[in-house]
């Protein structure tokens, strides 16, 4: 055991983690028949406060996790030491912690979850994906009738999205396949020269051997999908699939078995209704010309 959770979190940040050891915790309690309410009790805390960290929506303090351990028979030193660094890596913060002033708390999560996956599955209505944009592509989208929004403050948000690109440029970066609607390459955000050259990224990106593009047809856009999502897969077997759906007042996270089945079998719909990747890159060769 100690074995499997050393290599399943490499790797990993923070935010999965967090996860990680969550759900490792509630193993060794669900082993002993031991109650949320008891487990909160031991710590000084609530079945609540047990439920937030077995869920790993909250951070960890070495104490608490010292004392569940006790409670729950791990009384190996080098066990206890494994449990105890992840605590320490759970909560360092993300790269992302700089601009947390900027962001709600779930799409914090996301950030977090996104950098720790081994594959991402988005469809898009509207826009380019964010990992795909150019800078002034996403800087058109952050402050474009924001009037509010300072200099300052679009500067710091286009700093995130292209920061959050990086991550496909890793050396074990995540495979990232992504279908958009064709309506997206003729939403003139910025103009005729912005849009280009966000065509032109595309066509370059799309060389990297762990990013594929499709794109859907006007005939077929609309009958897989109502909406934009991302589907985030991991390598660590005690991360779950997540399916990520962003509306206006915040996002969904959804991760059980039924929702997973279900928006994957919309991922492959899309992946059949639109054009395949070779075909996808003529389109978008084509679309350039036109502008």
Known sequence: MAEDRGDGAQGAGPTARRIVLGSQLRRLREALDITRADAGYHIRGSESKISRMELGRVGFKERDVADLLTLYGVHDET???????????????????????????????FVGLEES????????????????????????LAGHGRPELNEDEVDRRVSLRMSRSKVLHRTDAPKLWAVIDESVLHRP???????????????????????????????????????????????????????????????????????????SRVVDRLTVDAET??????LLSKRREEI
């Open 189 to 263: 955000i910025g103009g005729p020269r912005v849009l280009r050259e966000q065509i032109d990224h595309l066509l370059e990106l799309t060389r990297l051997p762990n990013i594929t593009l499709q794109v859907v047809p006007y005939p077929l856009s609309g009958y897989a999908a109502e909406g934009s999502f991302t589907v985030l897969r991991f390598n660590e077997a005690e991360l779950p699939d997540i399916v990520y759906i962003e509306h206006l007042g915040g996002a969904l996270f959804l991760d059980r078995v039924d929702e997973i089945e279900r928006y």
């Open 117 to 140: 996956a081994s594959r991402i599955q988005t469809y898009e209505l509207q826009f380019v994906p964010g990992l795909l944009q150019t800078e002034e592509y996403a800087r058109m």
């Open 79 to 109: 066990e206890r030491t494994q449990f105890l660094a992840m605590v320490k890596q759970s909560n360092e913060p993300g790269w992302w912690h700089r601009y947390s002033d900027l962001m709600p708390t779930w799409f914090n999560d």
């Open 277 to 282: 990747p070779s075909r996808s890159r003529q």
